[in-house]
């Protein structure tokens, strides 16, 4: 597969962030003496890969803390863990937490967790087609089918986005 840029922002607007619920709860409230026990939301993705290494590692048993990751399918699947205190902390992407705190929902950025360079072809992110593909544009689109792994998500509000602009939704794409 080769990739095809449908324009050089979707790499810059998928920095992935950490969130923490502004309501707080879930987390252990046992003080004893062993390491407090803490559920991780994340996604099974590269992204995340220093936070497993730091799991085996043993760094967060280090500083008191046992964590455990429950995976999820989007980043925009872990804000309802996060906000029903299942995990008090998730791995999420920018977009998911601007829709949930433009829906009023209680939810915080906390850190950066991963950044894009904003170049075409040098970033991990990308909407591809297959080699042989003669989808070379967003107005390509029309009649296609674009797959993505959650709604209202980085994925999902970037192809909208694009063929909006590009005339389409008019046309059925990006509803």
């Not at 967060?60 to 804000?79: T, Y």
């Not at 296609?144 to 063929?163: F, G, K, Q």
Request: one cysteine or more; charged letters at 20%.
């Amino acid at each position: 597969m080769k990739t095809r840029r449908l324009f050089a922002a979707v790499a810059a607007a998928t920095a992935l962030t950490t969130l923490l619920a502004a309501c707080g709860g879930g987390g252990s409230d046992d003080s004893g003496d062993g390491p407090q026990e803490v559920k991780v939301g994340a996604l099974p993705i590269l992204d995340v890969a220093a936070l497993h290494l730091g799991i085996q590692e043993g760094l967060f048993e280090d500083e008191g803390l046992k964590l455990s990751v429950e995976n999820a399918q989007g980043g925009a699947a872990i804000i309802p863990a996060v906000l029903q205190g299942d995990t008090p902390i998730g791995f999420s992407n920018v977009t998911s937490l601007l829709i949930a705190r433009s829906k009023g929902l209680p939810v915080q950025i906390i850190a950066p967790a991963s950044a894009s360079t904003g170049e075409p072809g040098k970033d991990f992110a990308a909407v591809v087609v297959n080699e042989d593909s003669d989808i070379e544009s967003a107005a390509d689109l029309a009649g296609a089918t674009v797959a993505i792994n959650t709604l209202n998500n980085i994925s999902d509000t970037v192809i909208r986005e694009t063929v909006r602009k590009d005339g389409l939704a008019d046309h059925g794409v990006g509803d």
